[in-house]
C-alpha cells in the first residue's frame, strides 16, 4: 500500500543545534501533518499543513519549530534551536482523502 | 473538540483468550474512529477504522470493533489473542472533516502471556 517514508530513523542532535526532520509522504497526497510522541505515551498533534501553509498547530508547536515542503520534495520538520524536551519520536503523515497514512517515525534525541 | 480516553493503561490475557480493549469518545459531530497498533519502535499500522455503517467493523488479524453512539465507545476486540498480538494500542478520533486532525487515546499496552 501507499507509504510514507521517514528518513532518518533516529537521529541524535547536541542541545542548541538545529536539526531537520525529512517526510516523503504519498506521491499524490496534499494534506501533511507532523505528531510528535515522547516514549511511553500517546502521540500528539504538532501541525498540519496545505498548499504551502500551516492550516492548524497545536501548543505543542513551539516558535522554533517550523515546516515545509519546498517544491513538492520533502515535507519538514526543523527544530532551532532544539532543547532536552525534544527528545521524542516524530511522525509525519498524509493524505489525498479521508485516509491518513502514518511513516514509521524518526526518533530524535537531543543530548 | 474531540477526546479520547483509553481507560486500562496496561491489559493481560492468556493466549487463546478473548480481548476487549476499552475506547471512550468524546465529539459532538459524526465522529471517525480508528484503531491502531504499535509494535516497539515501530510506526503506527491501522487495524480497522468506522465511517459510517454497520456498527460493527472488521479489521485485520481477527480484530473487530463496535461503534455504539449512546454510549460514545469503540471497543476493540479479539476472540482468541495471540502471543504477537503483544504490543501497544492506541484508539483515535478525528473529525472527519476540516483538517482531519487525529486525537490520540494515552494507548493500552497489551501482553499476552503462555
Redo the contacts between chains.
Keep these: 500500500g501507499p507509504k510514507v517514508l521517514q528518513i532518518p530513523s533516529h537521529q541524535i542532535i547536541d542541545m542548541g543545534q538545529m536539526v531537520t526532520l525529512n517526510c516523503d509522504p504519498v506521491s499524490n497526497h496534499l494534506?501533511f501533518?507532523w505528531?510528535k510522541q515522547i516514549l511511553g505515551?500517546?502521540?500528539?498533534?504538532l501541525v498540519?499543513f496545505?498548499n504551502g501553509k500551516v492550516?492548524?498547530k497545536s501548543k505543542l508547536f513551539k516558535d522554533q519549530f517550523s515546516v515545509e515542503r519546498p517544491d513538492g520534495s520533502y515535507f519538514t520538520l526543523k527544530i532551532q534551536p532544539t532543547a532536552l524536551e525534544d527528545s521524542a519520536v516524530y511522525?509525519c503523515?498524509s493524505?489525498r482523502n479521508?485516509?491518513?497514512f502514518?511513516?514509521?517515525?524518526t526518533?530524535l534525541t537531543v543530548v | 473538540a474531540q477526546s479520547v480516553t483509553q481507560p486500562d493503561a496496561r491489559v493481560t490475557v492468556s493466549e487463546g483468550a478473548s480481548l476487549q480493549l476499552r475506547c471512550k469518545y468524546s465529539y459532538s459531530g459524526t465522529p471517525?474512529l480508528f484503531w491502531?497498533v504499535q509494535y516497539p519502535?515501530?510506526?503506527?499500522q491501522l487495524l480497522l477504522?468506522y465511517?459510517s455503517g454497520d456498527p460493527v467493523v472488521q479489521g485485520v488479524n481477527g480484530f473487530e470493533a463496535e461503534f455504539i453512539k449512546s454510549n460514545s465507545s469503540f471497543h476493540l476486540r479479539k476472540a482468541s489473542v495471540h502471543w504477537s498480538d503483544s504490543a501497544v494500542y492506541?484508539c483515535a478520533v478525528?473529525a472527519?472533516t476540516g483538517?482531519?486532525?487525529?486525537?490520540?487515546?494515552?494507548?493500552t499496552r497489551l501482553k499476552v502471556i503462555a
Design positions: 494534506y501533518y505528531y505515551q500517546q502521540m500528539e498533534f498540519n496545505y492550516m492548524e511522525f503523515a493524505r479521508t485516509e491518513v502514518f511513516g514509521k517515525g526518533r | 471517525y491502531y519502535r515501530q510506526g503506527l477504522k465511517y492506541f478525528s472527519g483538517n482531519y486532525k487525529y486525537v490520540f487515546g494515552a494507548g
